[in-house]
């Protein structure tokens, strides 16, 4: 029984990976100001910022699969 959880639940994150990687690049909504001021600083601080997006985004996607797996237990 255990081994088809197992399987299950690979397989549902190896699909979840393949989407991710395969997905279309995503673009910015195209806020004039937000790009400008972003260009306007240096490449240093454009690699932290870009740096900053990739730890949000990552930290908000582990809050979002840790509640619908808490959510999945309590059911």
Known sequence: MKLSRFVKLSRV????????ITSA??????CTQC???AAAT???TQRAYRH???LLTV???VF????VAILRRQR
Request: glycine share 10%; no cysteine.
């Open 59 to 61: 930290t908000a996607g």
């Open 42 to 44: 240096p490449p240093a």
């Open 35 to 37: 790009r400008d001021n």
């Open 52 to 54: 900053a997006i990739v």
């Open 13 to 20: 994150v190896l699909v979840i990976v393949l989407l991710t």
């Open 64 to 67: 979002f699969i840790g509640t």
């Open 25 to 30: 690049s995503a673009r910015a909504q195209g």
